[in-house]
C-alpha cells in the first residue's frame, strides 16, 4: 500500500498486424480496466527518419495516442524493446514533431498538469511540450507528489487531445463503443464525486496495530475544487469498513473530524500480522455526488504503538483523465449532467 499510485501500468504487448494490443492496464487512462485492449501503432517510418535524433531506440516506439495541432504533431509512445514490469512508473513518453525538428518528453510528467481553477488569462506563454520547465508542486504541499499548473489553453488542448485520442483507439481495438463505455463509466474512473486519502498510523514494520483510519478529501480534488466538503448528513457508520482476512467486518466507530475528514475507530487492538481490507463508501459531498469508492488491503503491524503515517490514495494522478472519461461516459453514467 505504500506509494501506491493508481497509474501504474502493466503491459503485456506483442506485435500483431501492425497493432500492440495491451492487456490489462491501458496506457494514458491510468486505471485497470479488465479486459479491454489498447490500441498501439508502429511510429511512422517518415518520422523514424525524422526522429533519428532521439537514436537507435526509435526505430522499436509504437505509439498508443496521437494529436495535431497548428502543423505540429504529438505522439504517445513506447519503446517495445524495453521490458516494463507491473511496478514501472513514468513509463512512456511524448514525441513533438513540427517539420523537420523533433524532440521527446516525459508523458508521465506531462499529464500531471492541472488546470488553473480561474482559467487561462492574459498572454499566454509558448509552450510546445507539455509540462517541459513547469514549476513543480508537491500535492499537498511537502509530499513529494508533484503535480504542475498547465500554463495555456493550448498545452491543455494538447493533453486533451492525446486523452481523447487514447479513447477512440480503445474503441477501434476493442470491438466498439458499448464495450468500451460498459468498462470505463464505472464510478471509480469517472471520479465525479471526491475522491479521498487515508491516512493509517504505522510503526516500523510498515503495518498499523491501533485500527484507526482518517479518510480525508484528497489534496488534489481540493486543489481542483476548494470548497468541496463532506455533506454532513450524508455519512455513517458504514461509510468507512475494516474488514478482516475473511471479509467481516471489524467492530469500530466513525466520526465526521470535520467538513473534509472522518475518522474509523477500531474498538480494540487488530491481530498482528494479520490481512486486513479498509473501504470507504456511502457519503456525498455538498453537490450531492457521490464519494469515489475505496478499498485497499494492509498487514498488520507487530506493535500498537504508532511512530508514522502511510497515505493512499484513490485519485488519478492524471486530473484530465476523469474529465474526459466523464465527457465520453456523461449519456451512461449522469445523463441530466453537463459536460466538464
Not at 487531445?161 to 468498462?183: F, H, S, W, Y
Not at 481490507?277 to 455526488?289: A, E, L, M, P, Q
Request: charged share 20%; hydrophobic share 35%.
Amino acid at each position: 500500500m505504500v506509494g501506491k499510485r493508481s497509474t501504474q501500468f502493466l503491459y503485456c504487448c506483442f506485435l500483431l498486424q501492425g497493432l500492440f494490443p495491451l492487456q490489462a492496464q491501458m496506457a494514458i487512462l491510468g486505471l485497470g480496466y479488465g479486459p479491454l485492449r489498447e490500441k498501439y501503432e508502429e511510429f511512422p517510418p517518415k518520422l523514424k527518419r525524422t526522429c533519428a535524433n532521439l537514436g537507435r531506440r526509435v526505430s522499436q516506439f509504437g505509439y498508443f495516442a496521437h494529436y495535431a495541432s497548428d502543423g505540429a504533431e504529438y505522439y504517445a509512445v513506447m519503446d517495445t524493446s524495453t521490458p516494463v514490469n507491473d511496478d514501472a512508473y513514468g513509463w512512456g513518453s511524448i514525441v513533438f514533431v513540427h517539420g523537420s525538428s523533433c524532440s521527446e518528453g516525459d508523458l508521465d510528467w506531462a499529464l500531471r498538469g492541472i488546470p488553473p481553477i480561474s482559467g487561462y488569462h492574459g498572454a499566454a506563454p509558448v509552450v510546445e511540450m507539455p509540462g517541459l520547465n513547469a514549476q513543480e508542486i508537491g500535492v499537498p504541499p511537502g509530499s513529494g507528489n508533484m503535480h504542475y499548473v498547465i500554463r495555456s489553453a493550448h498545452e491543455e488542448d494538447i493533453l486533451r487531445g492525446l486523452v481523447r485520442d487514447a479513447i477512440q483507439r480503445a474503441i477501434q481495438a476493442n470491438g466498439g463503443e458499448a464495450i468500451v463505455k460498459k468498462t470505463l463509466c464505472a464510478p471509480e474512473n469517472l471520479q465525479r464525486g471526491p475522491t479521498v486519502s487515508v491516512s493509517l498510523p504505522v510503526n516500523a514494520k510498515g503495518g498499523a496495530l491501533s485500527g484507526q483510519f482518517m479518510v480525508k478529501i484528497s489534496a488534489l480534488r481540493l486543489l481542483l475544487n476548494p470548497s468541496d466538503s463532506i455533506d454532513p448528513a450524508s455519512w455513517g457508520q458504514n461509510s468507512i469498513q475494516l474488514l478482516d482476512a475473511s471479509g467481516k467486518a471489524v467492530q469500530g466507530t466513525v466520526r465526521l473530524v470535520n467538513k473534509q475528514e472522518l475518522e474509523f475507530t477500531a474498538a480494540k487492538n487488530l491481530i498482528a500480522n494479520t490481512k486486513y481490507t479498509v473501504k470507504v463508501n456511502g457519503f456525498t459531498d455538498i453537490d450531492g455526488d457521490a464519494v469515489t469508492p475505496y478499498s485497499e488491503p494492509f498487514i498488520s503491524g507487530t506493535v500498537a504503538s504508532a511512530n508514522g503515517y502511510i497515505e493512499s490514495s484513490n485519485e488519478n494522478e492524471y486530473p484530465l483523465v476523469p474529465m474526459e472519461l466523464r465527457r465520453f461516459c456523461v449519456d451512461v453514467a449522469h445523463p441530466n449532467a453537463s459536460r466538464p
